[in-house]
């Protein structure tokens, strides 16, 4: 098993910044991606980005591309996303989540709450 741990979720203006991370812990050799999603109420959860442990390769979804960063620290074990010129509609809980590939995903975090006041 994989245990996430989220943290550096907030209230921020519209325009700011914020980051969020993603410590990993457990059996970690049994995740090659970290990512990230979010679900805001009444919407459907969405993919925001994923890192690869090994290479470093990075997905971003199309609402973030430009204002969103992710990143890892192979030695922590943790993955970060620094996300800039945050909008209203960002507003969601962030999940980190990790899986054997980009596209699937079969560890979850408890989510960590991102609120972008306009």
């Known amino acids: 098993q994989v245990q996430l741990v989220e943290s550096g979720g907030g209230v921020v203006q519209a325009g700011g910044s914020l980051r969020l991370s993603c410590a990993a812990s457990g059996r970690t050799f049994m995740s090659d991606v970290m990512g990230w999603f979010r679900q805001a109420p009444g919407k459907e959860r969405e993919f925001v980005a994923a890192i690869t442990w090994s290479n470093g390769r990075s997905r971003y979804g199309d609402a973030v591309k430009g204002r969103f960063t992710i990143s890892r620290d192979n030695a922590e074990i943790t993955v970060s996303l620094r996300m800039n010129n945050l909008k209203a509609e960002d507003t969601a809980v962030y999940y980190c989540?990790?899986?054997?590939?980009?596209?699937?995903?079969?560890?979850w975090g408890q989510g960590t709450q991102v609120t972008v006041s306009s």
């Open positions: 989540a990790g899986g054997p590939n980009l596209d699937s995903y079969n560890y």
